[in-house]
T-cell receptor, first 110, second 116 residues
């Protein structure tokens, strides 16, 4: 499985945008970039995924570098409820399982 | 549409006892995955099942652990002769039958197993 690298932790303030980086220099052409997050004492939840183009949904935006070796999850206006561990995962097309790394622990200050 | 249901939410077992963890996938989902999360660690894949079949068990410990997903009823993760090192949160996820596209996985709230 291709490897992703994320900062261990990040901190931001409420109502400000948050940019969570992920490096995946060994990504292959058929790897999708998935983001999940895990709130305290809960199971992971899907946030967003993409292949080549930037993606937007109600939760976040995903910006993918042109060479696909990195991506950034953007929370446009963080709230306290966004405090969680965010996982960037590469999932080959057709693959079923998700392989989680250590993720980024995001702290939101009021 | 109810989400992925896991029960019990908390389970306490004495060393040497058996633990049975249940997972009911979302309606219409035929793929189930089990993950384990040790305290302060990330999620580790254990096993991937479809109805009546184990597809990938590369993350399952070789002994004491087994999983099934019968034609009827929930998926069961069974741990025999539990030891203190089995104390962890066990998460189940489900996804629909996949075709060409990539689908998201939906996770349950987990079962927190404590071995005393």
């Amino acid at each position: 499985d291709a490897k992703t690298t994320q900062p261990n932790s990040m901190e931001s303030n409420e109502e400000e945008p948050v940019h969570l980086p992920c490096n995946h220099s060994t990504i292959s052409g058929t790897d999708y970039i998935h983001w999940y997050r895990q709130l305290p004492s809960q199971g992971p939840e899907y946030v967003i995924h993409g292949l080549t183009s930037n993606v937007n949904n109600r939760m976040a935006s995903l910006a993918i570098a042109e060479d696909r070796k990195s991506s950034t999850l953007i929370l446009h206006r963080a709230t306290l409820r966004d405090a969680a561990v965010y996982y960037c995962i590469l999932r080959p097309q057709g693959a079923q399982k998700l392989v989680f790394g250590q993720g980024t622990r995001l702290t939101i200050n009021p | 549409n109810a989400g992925v249901m896991q029960n019990p939410r908390h389970l306490v077992r004495r060393r040497g006892q058996e633990a049975r963890l249940r997972c009911s996938p979302m309606k219409g989902h035929s793929h189930v995955y089990w993950y384990r999360q040790l305290p302060e660690e990330g999620l580790k894949f254990m096993v991937y099942l479809q109805k009546e079949n184990i597809i990938d068990e590369s993350g399952m410990p070789k002994e004491r652990f087994s999983a099934e997903f019968p034609k009827e009823g929930p998926s069961i993760l069974r741990i025999q002769q539990v030891v203190r090192g089995d104390s962890a949160a066990y998460f189940c996820a489900s996804s629909p039958r996949t075709g060409v596209g990539v689908t998201e996985a939906f996770f349950g709230q987990g079962t927190r197993l404590t071995v005393v």
